[in-house]
């Protein structure tokens, strides 16, 4: 049996994802259907402490938020996707997908994801942006952006 706390559930209601409490602080995704658990691994340089994952798509691909050290400081935060199996920074994730502007982003955390995994809520600190702006689009991706930094951005 495992400890820990369900954050998010795919709209099909095939996925659940969330932490566990456990030494290692993972994040997991639990396919219902198959009775399956992953353990998203902690891989991610230089970011040693829990993971968190918020948010789930229909066919199983993760976002969240791991921490270097203590989740309550916001700010060290930094927002992941777990996708077909590899983990990466969500800035990473959007580069990939031809936002090239991200490399100099820093996403905190990813809170929500449409079903087809292509528009997501969050909060960043988007480096070249004017943050009164309201809509901008690159590369074929929209980012509503609030003044308090929050985001809504879609590939």
């Given amino acids: 049996s495992y400890l820990g706390e369900a954050w998010g559930v795919s709209p099909n209601g095939r996925f659940v994802c969330g932490n566990l ?3 290692q602080g993972n994040a997991f995704i639990y396919d219902i259907t198959n009775e399956e658990l992953t353990l998203i691994p902690k891989t991610l340089a230089g970011i040693p402490g829990p993971m968190t994952a918020l948010c789930v798509t229909d066919d199983g691909n993760a976002f969240g938020y791991a921490s270097p050290d203590n989740p309550a400081d916001y700010f060290a ?3 992941f996707a777990y996708v077909d199996g590899e983990l990466m920074f969500f800035e990473d994730y959007l580069m990939i997908n031809g ?3 991200a490399e ?3 996403t905190y955390c990813v809170n929500s994801v449409t079903p087809d995994g292509k528009t ?11 943050y009164e702006t309201q809509l901008q689009t690159y590369n074929s991706c929209r980012f509503r952006i609030f003044p308090d930094q929050r985001i809504l951005a879609g590939l």
Avoid at 120 to 130: I, R, T, V
């Fill in 104 to 106: 100099s982003w820093s």
């Fill in 21 to 23: 409490k456990n030494s």
């Fill in 77 to 79: 935060r930094r927002g």
């Fill in 120 to 130: 997501f809520l969050g909060a960043a600190n988007m480096k070249g942006l004017d």
């Fill in 99 to 101: 936002v090239a502007e």
